[in-house]
């Protein structure tokens, strides 16, 4: 009995310190349709046709590639 409260407490800390490791970086943690593995370069399409609603998926891609050019434009800035 002791084995299975000693494993539960240190699973109970690590989804403890992964929690506190989201909330400080700022993180939003967020779910995928086709997963990684699924995803596709912009001329063939995209991993969000695999989604239960792909018109709402693919603006929200959008969205993020938007997100990301600004934050490699803002790095590139930055460095030189």
Request: with cysteine; proline share 1%.
């Amino acid at each position: 009995m002791i084995d299975f409260i000693a494993t539960f407490v240190v699973f109970a800390l690590v989804m403890a310190g992964m929690s506190v490791g989201v909330v400080f970086m700022g993180r939003v943690i967020q779910g995928s349709c086709g997963g990684i593995g699924n995803h596709v370069g912009e001329e063939e399409g995209s991993g969000c046709d695999f989604c239960s609603n792909p018109e709402e998926e693919k603006k929200a891609c959008q969205r993020r590639r938007q997100r990301a050019e600004k934050r490699a434009l803002a790095e590139a800035e930055r460095l030189g």
